[in-house]
């Protein structure tokens, strides 16, 4: 399978826990993203890498949320201290996005479906 | 209010009805996509516009930039079209290329 894989599929954790997602992109594609979607949302921009440097964070990424893509391959994203209002899908995207392009087309990963207890 | 509105928010259809689902926004754009959701949560695209009207299989999107609208057609449907279809606008802004998300339109097409 040569798509964007996520790992794991389904989490549940109880409040206060850390957790951390890994999202494999598509060979070679050099922006990767993150969003969130709650149930019944449309998702929501998280943040974004350039190869292995993240170059925007929403601000609702609050400081219990890390993300890195240490080698511009892999990307993991780490919640610390979970609440209940972090239960959401955590969706993953890559795209190849040649320099000076305007738009391009995200491909999606299954997603990692978080339950905070 | 939300950059991007999507209407209906659900719909139901019979198999084989034409459907309509339409995306408004509010912001100028550089492209403007379709995104299918199946129950468990993937997401597909569809298809990215910037301009006029594609076209694949059964399915048609057309975007007018002037009246910031666009539609996402499906001729002849049928369960297996039973999904959430998701409008996104993407802006560019400084290069991040993000994509801003409507809610999304739940169809049922009943066989």
């Known amino acids: 399978d040569t798509g964007v894989s996520q790992n794991p599929r389904h989490k549940i954790t109880k409040r206060g826990q850390n957790v951390t997602f890994r999202c494999d992109p598509i060979?070679?594609?050099?922006?990767l993203y993150w969003y969130r979607q709650t149930l019944g949302q449309g998702p929501e921009f998280l943040t974004y890498f350039q190869n292995e440097a993240q170059l925007e964070k929403s601000r609702l990424l609050s400081d219990r949320f890390s993300a890195e893509r240490p080698k511009g391959s892999f990307s993991t994203l780490e919640i610390q201290r979970t609440e209940q209002g972090d239960s959401a899908m955590y969706l993953c995207?890559?795209?190849?996005?040649?320099?000076?392009?305007?738009?391009?087309?995200?491909?999606f990963g299954p997603g990692t479906r978080l339950t905070v207890l | 209010k939300n950059e991007v509105e999507q209407s209906p928010q659900n719909l139901t259809a019979q198999e084989g009805e034409f459907i309509t689902i339409n995306c408004s926004y509010s912001v100028g754009i550089s492209a403007l996509h379709w995104l299918q959701q199946h129950p468990g949560g993937g997401i597909v695209s569809l298809f990215m516009?910037?301009?006029g009207k594609k076209k694949h299989g059964r399915l048609i999107a057309t975007i007018n930039i002037q009246e910031k609208h666009s539609s996402l057609h499906i001729t002849a449907s049928h369960p297996r079209d039973s999904a959430v279809y998701i409008c996104a606008v993407q802006r560019f802004q400084g290069g991040s290329e993000k994509l801003v998300f409507g809610k999304g339109t739940k169809l049922t097409v009943n066989p």
């Open positions: 516009l910037s301009s």
């Open positions: 060979s070679e594609h050099n922006r």
């Open positions: 995207a890559s795209s190849h996005t040649p320099r000076g392009a305007i738009y391009n087309e995200q491909f």
